[in-house]
């Protein structure tokens, strides 16, 4: 009776892989669609803008087709066909919505671009951006009508580099792709670039909950050399000639390390299929960035970079929240009191409730002293979201919090298992 329970589930779970794969070839091609935007406005304004559709050679993500939105983001995009059946929906943050929280966004305008990715469509439909609003929820932005056919899609030629495989655990449906693309390494820095992943990668898989996530990651190398070595540093007025213009002191911040203008990034990126992007940074300067569905950037020649990279890790494939609230940053007033975080990993008590509250001992004082008493106890830890009063973390310490933590807090690393396993169902 057992095994006779066991072929059953064997059968039930291979028949409904075949299904979603059936859906999936129903609805997509085994490309992507590239959107890029332009989004423009100032602190309380915002516009987006369509610059271009592009259909690239590979699909890196899920093969699964859902009609269920997710919360996550600032920003959420649907396919919607003509039949007005959602077919595909994802979440993503920007740099532009970071920058409106800047001073410099309260005198006067800019512009930012952008870039989503989804499969590419057989049918006709309309893509559907949506913003939060001030109350925190999701509004309709942008409706964009997509026609598969259209001749005015590009579809152009792509860098012609070496493109290397450094772990290979599967095909793209069934595993999370990750590619690591070079920054400020010349052409005779490649076998450093090719180090510098692995170094990286041993780093990151010693700690949970990538450990036993490890069987189900691809790793690509892209070798994208720049004409010179290292990075922008603008506040020592050091300007170099690097193929994707990356610098430090992104709004004002001399740590923040960013790319404004991702357009090169992604068609580097498009040589193979990937869930998120890396750029790794030829530098001893200590500094780093994230954005949310976009990319991770970080340095690899200081002292702590193994340590900012998994963190910095947190934010783009996750969408964790930094912990800290004592380090100067260049946000103010980065979350609202009277509003619920959409990040897993922290809370202003608005909708605890869908948090990590159930999981929180009775025995636990909510909240939780900051006391090295409660350093392995799922709580209630006030300071967290650059603010020391009002917004709380799970754990006393956590790799989004500080660099010296060990691992990842329980939170946190169902955070980030939850985002890997669903980018890999199928």
Same mark, same amino acid.
């Given at each position: 009776?057992?095994q006779?329970?066991?072929?059953?589930?064997?059968?039930?779970?291979?028949?409904?892989?075949?299904c979603?794969t059936?859906?999936?070839?129903t609805?997509?091609? &085994?490309?992507?669609?590239?959107i890029?935007?332009v989004?423009? @406005?100032?602190h309380?304004?915002? $516009?987006?803008y369509?610059?271009?559709?592009?259909?690239?050679?590979?699909?890196?993500?899920?093969?699964?087709v859902?009609n269920q939105l997710?919360d996550?983001?600032i920003y959420?995009?649907?396919y919607?066909?003509?039949?007005?059946?959602?077919?595909?929906?994802? !979440?993503?943050?920007s740099?532009?919505?970071?920058?409106?929280?800047?001073?410099?966004?309260?005198?006067?305008k800019?512009a930012?671009?952008h870039?989503?990715?989804?499969?590419?469509?057989?049918?006709?439909?309309m893509?559907?951006?949506e913003?939060r609003?001030?109350?925190?929820?999701?509004? !309709?932005?942008l409706?964009?009508?997509?026609?598969?056919?259209?001749?005015?899609?590009?579809?152009?030629?792509f860098?012609n580099?070496?493109?290397?495989s450094?772990?290979n655990?599967?095909s793209?449906?069934e595993c999370?792709?990750?590619?690591?693309?070079?920054? @400020?390494?010349?052409i005779?820095?490649?076998?450093k670039?090719?180090?510098?992943i692995?170094r990286?990668?041993?780093?990151?898989?010693?700690h949970?909950?990538y450990?036993?996530?490890?069987?189900k990651?691809?790793?690509? @190398?892209?070798l994208s050399?720049?004409?010179?070595? @290292?990075?922008n540093?603008?506040?020592?007025?050091? *300007?170099?000639?690097?193929?994707?213009s990356?610098?430090?002191?992104?709004?004002?911040?001399?740590?923040?390390?960013?790319i404004?203008n991702?357009?090169?990034?992604?068609?580097y990126?498009a040589?193979?299929p990937?869930?998120h992007i890396i750029?790794?940074?030829?530098s001893?300067?200590?500094?780093?960035?994230?954005?949310?569905n !976009?990319?991770?950037?970080?340095?690899?020649?200081?002292? &702590?970079?193994?340590?900012?990279?998994?963190?910095?890790?947190?934010?783009?494939?996750?969408g964790?929240?930094?912990?800290y609230y004592?380090?100067?940053?260049a946000f103010?007033?980065?979350y609202?009191?009277?509003?619920?975080p *959409?990040?897993?990993?922290?809370?202003?008590?608005v909708?605890?409730?869908e948090?990590?509250?159930?999981?929180?001992?009775?025995? $636990?004082?909510q909240?939780?002293?900051?006391?090295a008493?409660?350093?392995?106890t799922?709580?209630?830890?006030?300071?967290?979201g650059?603010?020391?009063?009002?917004i709380?973390?799970?754990s006393?310490?956590?790799?989004m919090?500080?660099?010296r933590?060990?691992?990842f807090?329980?939170?946190?690393?169902?955070?980030?298992?939850?985002?890997?396993d669903s980018?890999?169902s199928?």
């Amino acid at each position: 009776m057992r095994q006779l329970s066991l072929l059953l589930v064997i059968i039930l779970g291979f028949t409904e892989t075949r299904c979603q794969t059936d859906k999936y070839t129903t609805y997509f091609e &085994l490309n992507t669609l590239r959107i890029d935007l332009v989004l423009a @406005g100032d602190h309380d304004s915002q $516009t987006i803008y369509l610059s271009s559709f592009q259909k690239e050679p590979f699909w890196g993500g899920t093969k699964t087709v859902s009609n269920q939105l997710s919360d996550f983001g600032i920003y959420r995009f649907s396919y919607l066909t003509d039949d007005n059946q959602l077919i595909y929906s994802s !979440n993503f943050c920007s740099i532009f919505d970071e920058w409106q929280t800047t001073k410099e966004a309260s005198v006067q305008k800019r512009a930012f671009t952008h870039t989503i990715t989804m499969p590419y469509p057989k049918q006709k439909g309309m893509l559907q951006i949506e913003t939060r609003n001030k109350k925190g929820e999701f509004e !309709n932005t942008l409706n964009i009508p997509f026609d598969p056919t259209d001749t005015s899609i590009k579809q152009k030629s792509f860098p012609n580099t070496e493109v290397i495989s450094i772990v290979n655990n599967g095909s793209s449906a069934e595993c999370y792709d990750l590619v690591f693309l070079a920054e @400020g390494y010349t052409i005779t820095e490649m076998d450093k670039f090719k180090a510098d992943i692995k170094r990286m990668c041993t780093y990151v898989f010693a700690h949970t909950p990538y450990t036993q996530l490890e069987s189900k990651i691809n790793i690509y @190398g892209i070798l994208s050399p720049s004409a010179q070595s @290292g990075v922008n540093d603008p506040t020592k007025k050091e *300007w170099v000639n690097t193929l994707f213009s990356a610098s430090f002191n992104t709004f004002n911040s001399d740590r923040y390390l960013q790319i404004e203008n991702t357009s090169t990034l992604r068609d580097y990126a498009a040589l193979v299929p990937y869930d998120h992007i890396i750029v790794l940074v030829n530098s001893k300067k200590y500094g780093g960035g994230s954005i949310y569905n !976009n990319f991770t950037i970080c340095t690899t020649d200081h002292a &702590l970079s193994e340590q900012v990279f998994i963190h910095e890790l947190g934010h783009g494939i996750a969408g964790l929240a930094d912990e800290y609230y004592t380090s100067e940053v260049a946000f103010t007033n980065y979350y609202h009191l009277e509003l619920e975080p *959409w990040e897993p990993n922290i809370t202003t008590l608005v909708r605890f409730d869908e948090k990590w509250k159930s999981q929180i001992s009775k025995d $636990t004082p909510q909240p939780t002293p900051n006391s090295a008493k409660y350093k392995n106890t799922i709580g209630l830890f006030e300071g967290a979201g650059y603010t020391a009063k009002g917004i709380y973390r799970p754990s006393l310490d956590c790799k989004m919090k500080t660099n010296r933590a060990p691992e990842f807090c329980p939170i946190c690393l169902q955070a980030i298992t939850k985002a890997i396993d669903s980018a890999t169902s199928h």
